[in-house]
Each structure stands twice: as structure tokens, then as C-alpha cells.
């Protein structure tokens, strides 16, 4: 599979000159199949989905997006994302299940009026709105399962992505101080790519306990204890300049030992497995 990340940063756009190489955009990163010659499955809507349209070929969208969870960094790129908004387009949504809710009214809180001018079911196009339960099931040809994970506020999927020849595992907004489940360590083990939570730094470690995010160690902790092949810091403080970003990236090749450890910078491609 081939992973393109359209959006890199946590809680909120971070635009401007400070931040033109890493990128400004939102969580979401797009999946193209072995032989596809276009992305089929989205993992997360942030402000980054938009770069997904150019991406299409002129075509409107056939496919699924999983939503780790609902905050705002993880689903305002929705309305905005012409290649789905329009007619000709199938998009399957799911948002994990929480309340004994429908997905579309889970969407709905803060996609509808007086929160936004439209509500989902106004979007063009065919879309599915579905509450997703924790467990394994076959989306777009993908075998993507998903676990329960330590973050705050609403229910928080880590989510596991596989096909004949590799695996990502993908959790943008986790805290693995929390505690990290068996499930979880299971969904993670021996993936090829761990895309992950750095949002803090360890001097902000009070910071990233409150909120529910991980620290840059936490996150390459983790990939060590899973055995996975590369970790790939995600979901980067809005705060974090590319100047911050690339002093990271000196730190962090220290820090990762014989981990390899990639930044992650918006409209990186991955091949997944690596072809070095
Ligand atoms: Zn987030
Ligand atoms: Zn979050």
C-alpha cells in the first residue's frame, strides 16, 4: 500500500511562513492499494483532506474514510472535501461507536446548525454514515482493525491497516501514560509503519498528561516495545515551527537508536513495505 499524508498537525491549522515546509493542515492521511493508481481509504478528515481532491484524477471519490475519533482536527476538513461533496461520489464514513448512537448523529454534534451551515446528509454524493465498533473488519479490500485508546474526550480508535504484504497502525491523539491495553499492543505489534501521536516534548510531559497526548518518547517507547519497523512522528503542536520540527529530527535520530524515526512532513508519500 501506498500512504500520503495530507495533514500532520494536532489540534488546530497552523498556517504561515514559519510553518510552510511541515505543513499547517490537520490529521488525515490517505491509503492507496497495491495496483490502484488512486487513494481508497482515508484515515482521519482534518483541514489535509482537502489535498485530497487533486489526488483523484478529476474523479469524484470512491471510498472510505475511518475517523479515529471526533474532535475538530479529525473531521472539519468533511464539508470541504470537493472530491466527496460532489455528485458521482460514494463515500462510507465511520466514526467509532460511542453512547448507542448513530453515526450520523455523532457527526451531526458539531456538523450541523448553528454549529455549521449544513448538516451531513446535505453533502452530495452517496454517503454512509456508520458507528464503528472495536474489532477487525474488511474495508476497501483492507483488513482494518481497531482498538480502544487512551486520549480525552469521546471514544479514541487506534486503528491497524493490513494487506497481503504490510501494515500500518495509525493513532494520532494518544496517551500511552495512560496505559496501553492488550488489544492495543496486539493491534500494533510488528507493523511495518507506526504513525503516531508526538505532540509534546518531554519537558511539556504535564502538558500532554492533561490533554491525553503522547511526548516524542513516548511515541518511540512504544514502537520499540511493538517491535514495529519505522515510527513516524504524527500529529505535531500547532506551536511547532519547521525550524522546532527539524531540531526534532536531530534529537530524534539519537533517540530512536536503531528505530528508524521519520518526521512526519505533509504530502509525504510511504510505500508500506519500504522498497529500500
Ligand atoms: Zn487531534
Ligand atoms: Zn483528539
Redesign the pocket.
Known amino acids: 500500500m501506498r500512504l500520503q499524508l495530507l495533514g500532520v498537525r ?2 488546530t491549522a497552523a498556517p504561515g511562513p514559519d510553518f510552510v515546509r511541515y505543513g499547517g493542515h490537520t ?1 488525515s492521511i490517505a491509503i492507496t492499494p497495491d495496483g490502484g493508481d488512486r487513494p481508497t481509504l482515508v484515515l482521519d478528515a482534518g483541514t489535509g483532506l482537502r489535498m485530497l481532491t487533486p489526488l483523484l484524477g478529476g474523479d469524484p471519490f470512491d471510498g472510505s474514510i475511518v475517523l479515529s475519533h471526533l ?1 475538530w ?2 473531521m472539519q476538513g468533511l464539508p470541504f472535501f470537493v472530491g466527496g461533496d460532489r455528485p458521482g461520489a460514494r463515500v462510507d464514513l465511520f466514526v467509532p461507536a460511542q453512547d448507542g448512537r448513530k453515526g450520523r448523529d455523532l457527526l451531526a454534534q458539531s456538523f450541523s446548525p448553528p454549529a455549521f451551515p449544513i448538516t451531513p446528509e446535505q453533502l452530495q454524493g452517496d454517503w454512509r454514515f456508520e458507528a464503528l465498533d472495536a474489532g477487525t473488519r474488511e474495508i476497501e479490500g483492507f483488513a482494518v482493525t481497531t482498538a480502544d485508546a487512551a486520549h480525552k474526550g469521546g471514544r479514541t480508535f487506534g486503528i491497524r491497516v493490513q494487506d497481503d504484504h504490510g501494515s500500518i497502525a495509525y493513532l ?2 494518544h496517551a500511552p501514560d495512560a496505559g496501553v491495553s492488550e488489544e492495543l499492543v496486539e493491534l500494533l505489534h510488528g507493523v511495518d509503519l507506526l504513525v503516531h501521536d508526538a505532540q509534546f516534548l518531554e519537558p511539556e510531559r504535564a502538558m500532554a498528561d492533561a490533554y491525553g497526548h503522547a511526548t516524542v518518547q513516548d511515541a518511540i517507547e512504544l514502537g520499540r516495545r511493538c517491535e514495529v519497523g519505522t515510527v513516524v512522528l504524527f ?1 505535531h503542536s500547532p506551536a511547532r515551527t519547521d525550524a522546532a520540527l527539524d531540531d526534532l529530527a536531530t534529537m530524534t535520530a539519537q533517540l530512536g537508536g536503531t528505530l528508524p524515526v521519520v518526521i512526519a512532513r505533509e504530502g509525504m508519500v510511504l510505500d508500506v513495505p519500504g522498497t529500500s
Open positions: 494536532g489540534s490529521s474532535h482536527d479529525h494520532p491523539d500529529h
